[in-house]
């Protein structure tokens, strides 16, 4: 028995922990830190040899102050201690953490005791972005605390080198792939521009991949397809899917499984959050494994129902239906939350409001209810009152004309783009031919071709957020002073003097002093300047006299603030003022559709992470599927439980504990132009 444990490899593996969702909410604030910190006891009862998380520790690509903290005590609380790590790290430090500037492991760092090291990829939550390229696992790595691997800055080409670790005669692989933009990701797998390094004795390591992509199918391009990854691995651990599945699922077309371990917190009210939360134990020895889920008893309840009212006994032509209507939730709602009474845990650190959402489609004729109403009779029962209840109403089956024409556009460019896409073809050429052919209603009115263009490639090459926003918020500014020096007051001449100042702008200016203004956008929209309105224009302070139309400064509100010389506009401010007070509201009318388009635009350039538990695409690519893949080894006791790898690895290492030499990496290739590593 405890030669077995010393060839055996103990990791608690978790994923998508989301820590600091929802820290605003009174009830919900503490959910995901205490379903972290039961994820970290079981690491600390089972005695694990090392934590793995697969992505999405935080919530928030910039976490809060609070949040950080107390994610930095808890790991300091359960990862540091006196008890040694059995795991020999045998690669190059130096080459697996090349982004970090102490590239060493933390349990072998002298300046450190680590009794349970975690090792962690980032998510689509906790990217790395903007200046440095910099996420929180960076912080964490550099304080010591985590040993962040999978980050690849370079994405034209992804290569990825394995950590390679070895406890007694079992040896492993560990491949890392951060979250990377899934049609960037997809473009790069069917081009042949990710690869992984393996090393000489790969085929008797234990290959391990962890990514964190959409394995749901949301679209042609928008997830991973499984037959994307090498047929080298035997188990791929994958995060960003929210549903927790059980057991491995074994991928016939590349002979590997797949673990998908789940989130510890409810994010969304959808089907895929609603089942029951773990994390895992993985067991590895020799070429097989064995996966223990652990349910987390401190999760908050979390109970989804669909109901059609057609389907229920009342009857639409009755008078009181709408009341008829509310109570027949009411009961819906109170028999979910007997269900949660009867389901608790006991855990006195499960919250005891559940989560509770009735999807309710009211086809049929049946008329709708106020849903901030109904919320105050649960207030104090429910975690979520105010989305309890989500009403829904089936299309009719029909004409879709209007759908497509509101699709038509999007489409266009999306066909433009493609070329782009591809190589050879710029941004700048790809939107200057959208909008010379698509209708008027599409056309811009205040950005330049290559104003948008520039903006675009920020955003799409450095996922700059905020930068589409602030160039149309930052155009605007200028375009209003403009009109406003030019005295129109009519909305018929105001449109053509936008149109004439946009052309005299590309006129005006060359392409690097527009890049130079996108530069200027940019740095803006990262420390986060969203200056308001209220500041951009305002009928008392602004001088309307002044040549250059710029704004002056606001007054300072400290003492004697109301009552400077000139505070309440200068001389002639009041006269002047409301001459042109009907250009200033005529411009606010007009821009008021492009501010609320361009705060619209804002919000859905935000990312979003798509949930949900669909089957991947099972399409073999490349490699054909080996015969009898598997096979389950009961052979002793001992080996109960676990899962063998295919038959091909008949040459396993058996030999002694004794240290073996670092592996260094080496341009060389096999026959499936995969690099390999080389010993020193």
């Given amino acids: 028995m405890a030669e077995e444990t010393e060839n055996t490899f103990r990791i608690l593996v978790t994923t998508d922990n989301h820590l600091g969702y929802m820290e605003k909410d009174p009830l919900r604030a503490n959910d995901s830190f205490v379903s972290f910190e039961e994820t970290l006891k079981v690491a600390v009862e089972k005695d694990v040899d090392f934590i793995l998380l697969g992505g999405d520790l935080f919530h928030e690509n910039k976490p809060s102050r609070q949040t950080i903290y107390r994610c930095v005590e808890l790991l300091r609380k359960y990862s540091l201690g006196s008890k040694p790590c059995q795991v020999e790290f045998q690669s190059d430090h130096k080459v697996n953490f090349a982004h970090c500037p102490f590239p060493v492991v933390n349990y072998e760092d002298p300046n450190y005791n680590v009794s349970y090291p975690i090792f962690s990829i980032h998510g689509n939550h906790d990217d790395p972005a903007g200046s440095g390229d910099l996420c929180v696992l960076d912080l964490l790595s550099v304080s010591g605390l985590v040993n962040f691997f999978g980050k690849h800055t370079n994405l034209e080409e992804i290569t990825m080198t394995p950590l390679l670790l070895r406890k007694g005669t079992s040896t492993l692989a560990l491949y890392g792939l951060g979250a990377i933009r899934d049609e960037r990701l997809h473009r790069m797998f069917v081009a042949d521009r990710v690869k992984c390094l393996k090393p000489p004795d790969s085929v008797d390591r234990f290959n391990v991949m962890v990514i964190h992509q959409n394995r749901a199918v949301h679209g042609a391009k928008n997830h991973i397809p499984e037959s994307f990854l090498g047929s080298f691995l035997d188990l791929v651990v994958w995060g960003h899917e929210h549903e927790s599945r059980l057991s491995p699922e074994f991928v016939d077309s590349k002979s590997f499984y797949v673990m998908q371990p789940g989130s510890t ?35 908050r309840q979390f109970y989804i129902r669909d109901y059609a009212l057609k389907d229920s006994n009342i009857d639409v032509r009755d008078p009181e239906v709408d009341l008829l209507v509310q109570e027949y939730c009411e009961e819906l709602v109170e028999s979910l939350l007997d269900k949660a009474r009867r389901e608790h845990s006991g855990d006195p650190l499960q919250p005891k409001e559940p989560l509770v959402r009735l999807r309710v489609d009211h086809s049929g004729g049946y008329q709708t209810f106020s849903v901030n109403r109904f919320a105050q009779k649960f207030i104090s029962k429910v975690a979520n009152p105010r989305d309890i209840i989500q009403f829904s109403r089936k299309k009719p089956p029909g004409d879709k004309e209007a759908e497509g024409r509101s699709l038509a556009a999007l489409g266009q460019l999306e066909t433009l783009a493609r070329p782009a896409l591809l190589g050879g073809v710029t941004m700048e050429t790809v939107l200057q031919r959208f909008f010379k052919e698509t209708d008027r209603d599409n056309q811009m009115s205040l950005l330049t071709g290559r104003g948008m263009a520039n903006a675009v490639d920020e955003f799409v090459n450095k996922e700059e957020a905020d930068v589409v926003m602030e160039m149309v918020k930052h155009q605007r500014k200028k375009t209003r002073a403009y009109l406003i020096e030019s005295q129109v007051t009519r909305e018929g001449n105001i449109r053509e003097q936008i149109g004439k100042y946009k052309d005299e702008r590309a006129a005006r200016m060359t392409r690097e002093e527009e890049a130079r203004e996108t530069m200027e956008v940019v740095d803006r929209a990262r420390r986060g300047a969203n200056v308001s309105e209220d500041v951009l224009i305002d009928d008392d302070e602004m001088d309307v006299g002044r040549g250059d139309g710029e704004c002056p400064p606001r007054p300072a509100t400290g003492k004697g603030s109301r009552g400077g010389r000139g505070s309440r506009g200068g001389r002639g401010a009041r006269g002047r003022g409301k001459k042109d007070l009907g250009t200033q509201r005529t411009l606010d009318d007009t821009f008021g559709a492009a501010n609320d388009a361009a705060r619209g635009r804002g919000a859905t350039n935000g990312r979003s992470s798509r949930r949900g538990a669909g089957s991947s695409t099972a399409a073999a690519r490349g490699r054909g599927s080996r015969a009898n893949p598997v096979s389950i080894d009961n052979d002793s006791d001992n080996d109960e439980g676990f899962i063998s790898r295919s038959s091909r690895n008949t040459s396993r290492v058996s030999s002694a504990t004794s240290k073996r030499p670092r592996y260094q990496y080496s341009s060389g290739s096999d026959s499936e132009n995969e690099n390999l590593f080389r010993r020193q």
């Fill in 265 to 299: 917190v409810s994010t969304s009210l959808s089907l895929g959050e609603a089942g029951p939360k773990h994390c895992f134990v993985l067991e590895i020895r020799g070429n097989q494994f064995k996966s223990t889920q652990i349910p987390l008893k401190t999760v």
